[in-house]
Every structure is written in C-alpha cells, then in structure tokens.
C-alpha cells in the first residue's frame, strides 16, 4: 500500500485554467505539507497542516489554496495557473510536530504549463 | 536564518569506493539536520537524522553522518558505493521553534560508476 498517494502523476494543462492536486496518507500522520520542485531541484515548503489547521504558510501567491478536509487528506488548488508554475508538487506528512520527525513523501504531481 | 549548503553540485565515485555527500548548515540554537535521497521520478526517502547524542549517525542502505559541531558540517558517508546508490541527495535542517519547517539544500547528484 502507498504510504502517501498524490493525484494525478501528470497534470498538463493551459495558462489561466484552474487545477487541482489531491493528497492522501494512510500512515495515521497528523501533520501533512506541500513543497514546490522546480526544474533545478530546488525544493521548497510551500504549506504545512497539523490536523486540519493550518501552521505553515510560506510567501505562496493567493493563486494557490490548500484545504484539509481531513487529517488524512490536503489537496491542493490553483487558480489562473502562470508559465512559471510549472514544476513537480510534491506532498509530504509526518508524525505530528515534533522537531525530528521524518516527513515520509508521495512520488509528486508533475505540472506543465502550455 | 537557518540555511543549508551543499557545495558540490555532482559527485562521481567507483563502484565499492567510499563516498561521501558533503553538507554545512548554518542555524541558530541547536541543529536538527536530516539527509534524504531521491530516485528518478520519485519523492524524497528519510535516510537519517541528526538531534542530539552521538556525532555518527547511522542510517539506512547502509549510510551514515558525521555531525561536526566546530566545522557545521553533517556530510553523508557510506564505505562501500553501490551503483544503485546513484541518485540525488539533499541534506536539509529544521527551521523554527515548532519543528516542522524543512529547509533544504540544492541536492547533490551522486553518481556511482561500475
């Protein structure tokens, strides 16, 4: 069983459409995060959720909205989707807050913008 | 600022040499540093974590860091390469009070050579 899912694998769409990237985890983790990976690799936080409340919220455009309906799940949707949005999503939970906690990752959403 | 550097963009090593990541981190108070790996098309793997204790920690596939305090330095070592170990490895530190906010390095590319 995959530990954590995300959906879908590939997602090409145009400029201006609004998309959604769907999380799931099934290791009973409380807390769940979004991160950006851009074409050099460079990987950064975007969000984070700890049962449901958001905790982190990095300098992300208002484009972008997560939303937790469960502990379990936090999908992601954008709006108006740029060129520069381009890049693999990837969705990511541990074990509550607690500093040292490894974030266990789903295989990535990759996004292409035409 | 929390911030980590790995100074080598690409590492190549022969199949059965020891190999070793290099990463420096600069934080304030004390550091939780962690180092994961990622395969082609694949999300980031936990390999190990640094909080507190013994300087050499041991991880999994073998794979181990050396936390050194004076330097800031947690390099990643393994004694014996194996071609499978070629992939990209990003050493990160935690970020903030509530422990959750990864920052990551740019990744080092390790390429083991038969």
């Known amino acids: 069983d995959t530990a954590v899912s995300q959906t879908p694998k590939y997602l090409v769409t145009q400029m201006g459409n609004d998309k959604s990237i769907k999380c799931e985890q099934n290791l009973g983790h409380d807390t769940m995060y979004w991160y950006k990976q851009d074409s050099k690799k460079f990987l950064k936080i975007m969000f984070s959720y700890n049962n449901k409340e958001l905790i982190i919220n990095e300098t992300v455009p208002n484009r972008f909205s997560p939303k937790s309906p469960d502990k379990a799940h936090l999908n992601l949707h954008i709006n108006s989707l740029e060129l520069g949005d381009s890049a693999v999503y990837f969705c990511a939970s541990s074990r509550g807050q607690g500093a040292g906690q490894p974030q266990h990752f789903g295989d990535g959403t990759r996004l292409s913008i035409l | 600022a929390q911030s980590v550097a790995q100074p080598e963009d690409q590492v190549n090593v022969a199949e059965g040499n020891p190999l070793t990541v290099k990463c420096t981190y600069s934080v304030s108070g004390n550091p939780y540093l962690f180092w994961y790996v990622q395969y082609p098309n694949r999300g980031l793997q936990f390999l190990l974590k640094?909080?507190?204790?013994?300087?050499l920690v041991k991880g999994s596939y073998g794979f181990e860091a050396e936390f050194n305090k004076s330097q800031t330095s947690f390099h990643l070592k393994k004694p014996s390469a194996l071609v499978s170990d070629s992939a990209l490895y990003f050493c990160a530190v935690i970020r903030g009070n509530y422990g959750q906010n990864f920052v990551f390095g740019p990744g080092t590319r390790l390429s083991v050579l038969p």
């Open positions: 640094y909080i507190t204790g013994d300087n």
